[in-house]
């Protein structure tokens, strides 16, 4: 049986997450958020005071990333992760582990060891991958690619608007530094760079809200798939 593929890449806060969870429903779909995998294992190298040695502690590095005790649980609502059996769903979305992802989202070594592991997540009937260069790079012949963007000041306000909603006290100069040189990093790393897929179908969501997005979406997967 063939496993159709969804894929979903854009930058921070452009709202990838929130749009693939409601693909993955709509089609009744598995969910690969990858930006939480490699949110994840900065988390774990920081827990254990490596992030900082990643060019001298390699190998541990690369053995904890090959053998991350995750799990993604879908509830009503959303989705929760779990690191080590520990509900780290919103730690990980913070702007500071955001920051590690980026990090070891730039080492080869890294994110070859959790490209396997985002292979396996492609399962019947289907697949809707969410990340920086899942049509690019891990999922070249999926069915639909889809890059979501924004601009860089709409997409701090819903950063803000989330983390204050988390009960964070954050500045939207900050945040919206914090995204420029994140896109920046994303943009310049030598490894899977951040861009569209030639053949991708790019949305700009700065003036459209989740419901014009999502119909953008399925009007385009919908005609994808039928292929």
């Given at each position: 049986m063939t496993v159709q593929i969804i894929t979903i890449d854009g930058p921070s806060g452009s709202g990838k997450g929130t749009l693939a969870a409601k693909l993955a429903e709509?089609?009744?779909f598995h969910l690969l958020d990858s930006g939480a995998l490699y949110r994840l294992l900065g988390l774990s190298l920081q827990q254990r005071d490596l992030l900082e040695y990643l060019d001298t502690k390699m190998p541990n590095c690369v053995e904890i990333a090959s053998n991350l005790d995750i799990q993604f649980i879908t509830t009503g609502n959303g989705i929760q992760v779990l690191l080590d059996c520990e509900d780290v769903s919103q730690t990980i979305r913070t702007e500071r582990v955001g920051e590690f992802a980026s990090k070891v989202a730039a080492i080869p070594e890294l994110r070859a060891a959790l490209v396997e592991r985002q292979y396996a997540f492609?399962?019947?009937p289907g697949l809707v991958a969410d990340g920086r260069d899942m049509a690019t790079t891990i999922f070249p012949n999926a069915q639909a690619k889809i890059y979501l963007t924004a601009s860089a000041e709409s997409r701090a306000q819903r950063r803000v608007k989330q983390l204050q909603g988390m009960g964070l006290d954050v500045k939207?100069?900050?945040?919206?530094?914090?995204?420029i040189a994140r896109d920046k990093r994303d943009m310049e790393r030598t490894v899977a760079p951040l861009k569209p897929a030639?053949?991708?179908y790019i949305i700009d969501s700065s003036m459209l809200n989740i419901d014009?997005?999502?119909?953008?979406?399925t009007t385009y997967v919908d005609q994808q798939l039928a292929k």
């Open positions: 709509h089609y009744q492609a399962q019947a939207m100069n900050d945040i919206l530094a914090n995204i030639i053949d991708a014009e997005v999502f119909k953008l979406m």
